[in-house]
Nanobody, 122 residues
Framework: QLQLVESGGGLVQPGGSLRLSCAAS????????MAWFRQAPGKEREFVAA????????NYADSVKGRFTISRDNAKNTVNLQMNTLKPEDTAVYYC???????????????WGQGTQVTVSS
């Protein structure tokens, strides 16, 4: 059973940066695809970014392209999301997710973290 634990959320002003991390345990980390999703108040959960097993394939939602960077460290069993130039509309609970095959849809992910709150406000 894979366990995912997110960290790094918080309150930041518009234009600021945050770095989210997700620590995984329970499976061989390099065998799984990792992704970040987010859910804003009153909205459905949406895809943010995904990274393949060895980082060769990466995808971003259009809304975060050029501002967010996903990365992974298979030696440390972690996946990170560097978020720059944050906007109020980035406010959401951010979830780390894992699956066996490369997919960008929420229903394709088998394992989820508990989420970490990101609030962008002045």
């Amino acid at each position: 059973q894979l366990q995912l634990v997110e960290s790094g959320g918080g309150l930041v002003q518009p234009g600021g940066s945050l770095r989210l991390s997700c620590a995984a345990s329970g499976l061989i980390f390099s065998s799984i695809v990792m992704a970040w999703f987010r859910q804003a108040p009153g909205k459905e959960r949406e895809f943010v970014a995904a990274i393949s097993r060895y980082g060769l394939t990466i995808n971003y939602a259009d809304s975060v392209k050029g501002r967010f960077t996903i990365s992974r460290d298979n030696a440390k069993n972690t996946v990170n999301l560097q978020m720059n130039t944050l906007k109020p509309e980035d406010t959401a609970v951010y979830y780390c997710a894992a699956t066996g095959g490369y997919i960008l849809k929420e229903n394709g992910y088998d394992y989820w973290g508990q989420g970490t709150q990101v609030t962008v406000s002045s």
